[in-house]
């Protein structure tokens, strides 16, 4: 595809169960990002692969999230056991080059999670 | 850890100057950067400036850097009804290890 793509759009759920979220990047693109968007806040960062390995997970808020790019295209972002704090958005964003300072992001457009 | 902070509101006429604000604690940044992101749209780079750079100019968008003083400014020129969106100001220090600090966003809007 032309831009990053995030299914689904919007995911309701309830409190404890488990949900995947998938973010498909631009063809070709090496590095993938997670971010969370709290309600007016900010994005945060949560992991970034390059190619297939976790390069840093070091924003993953606890051991219930975890991320995979298996084959080093798709990411899945898994969260066991939802808390309604785990409400947010949570966008992909991809980039051609593994630079993590001056390489530019393209984010997708976001997975909204409600958690009831 | 870094703060980022921005206004949250920035209300401007059309044809005028817009100028988003920012301010930043992290002595260490190396690049800043501006995001925009419109409803039901991704966030999109609108421009970035080196730690060692003062401004940066980009057709309407003027980036203005005061590492002194840790501030950052991104000013529109003319500002029109297309520019309405929310306005991420955003850093990275050292070699990008914990991803980019965004601050909460400045929403623009834009009066007839």
């Known amino acids: 595809g032309a831009g990053v793509s995030q299914t689904p759009s919007n995911k309701v759920t309830e409190k404890g169960k488990y949900v995947e979220l998938r973010c498909d990047p631009i063809s070709g693109h090496t590095a993938l990002y997670w971010y969370r968007q709290s309600l007016g806040q900010g994005p945060e960062f949560l992991i970034y692969f390059q190619g297939t390995g976790a390069a840093d997970d070091s924003g993953l808020p606890n051991d219930r999230f975890f991320a995979v790019r298996p084959e080093g295209s798709v990411s899945t972002l898994k969260i066991q056991r939802t808390e309604r704090g785990d409400s947010a958005v949570y966008l992909c964003a991809s980039s051609s080059t593994p630079d993590r300072v001056t390489g530019e992001l393209f984010f997708g457009e976001g997975s909204r999670l409600t958690v009831l | ?112």
């Open chain 2, 1 to 112: 850890g870094e703060d980022v902070e921005q206004s949250l509101f920035l209300s401007v006429r059309e044809g005028d100057s817009s100028v988003i604000n920012c301010t930043y604690t992290d002595s260490s940044s190396t690049y800043l950067y501006w995001y925009k992101q419109e409803p039901g749209a991704g966030l999109q780079l609108l421009t970035y400036i080196f730690s060692n750079m003062d401004m940066k100019q980009d057709q309407r968008l003027t980036v203005l850097l005061n590492k002194k003083d840790k501030h950052l400014s991104l000013r529109i020129a003319d500002t029109q009804t297309g520019d309405s969106a929310i306005y991420f100001c955003a850093e990275i220090s050292g070699g990008g290890a914990d991803g980019l600090t965004f601050g909460k966003g400045t929403h623009l809007i834009i009066q007839p």
